[in-house]
């Protein structure tokens, strides 16, 4: 099975951001903390970066092993790392469903790319940082 690179890891974390302090990044939003963590965190949550850092490469494995299998068409090392940043951001089921997948998986890597620009939403609203974010991935 593959595994995120460097580069992968640094754009998960550029995108995401550090937040030491449990906060909710858009209105009805889950209580965040660290480079995206949701799972068991409440507000008045801590974290320094260094655990942060850690949490993030065991957060991460349940997402590549998802773009792994869902890949019928092995991705290279820089579609694997974008696919990864894409299902860490908007979850496992909507990756498996995801125009991203599906045209990656029948060797459609142009229409690949244009369908990140897709997933720029969040609760229906256009976020500047998730455009940002997909172009970059894409």
Not at 38 to 59: F, N, S, Y
Not at 85 to 99: D, V
């Amino acid at each position: 099975m593959m595994k995120l690179s460097k580069q992968g890891l640094a754009l998960i974390k550029e995108f995401e951001g550090f937040r030491a302090r449990a906060y909710v990044p858009v209105p009805n939003d889950k209580i965040t903390i660290g480079y995206g963590f949701t799972h068991g965190v409440k507000m008045g949550d801590v974290m320094t970066r260094a655990e942060a850092d850690a949490r993030l490469i065991e957060e991460l494995r349940p997402y590549e092993t998802a773009v792994w299998q869902a890949s019928t068409n092995k991705p290279n090392q820089n579609e694997f790392d974008a696919m990864t940043s894409l299902c860490y951001n908007i979850g496992t089921a909507g990756f498996s469903r995801s125009t991203v997948l599906k045209a990656h998986n029948r060797g459609d890597h142009q229409a690949a790319a244009r369908a990140f620009a897709l997933w720029n939403k969040s609760s229906g609203k256009v976020y500047a940082g998730l455009t940002r974010r997909r172009a970059k991935e894409a």
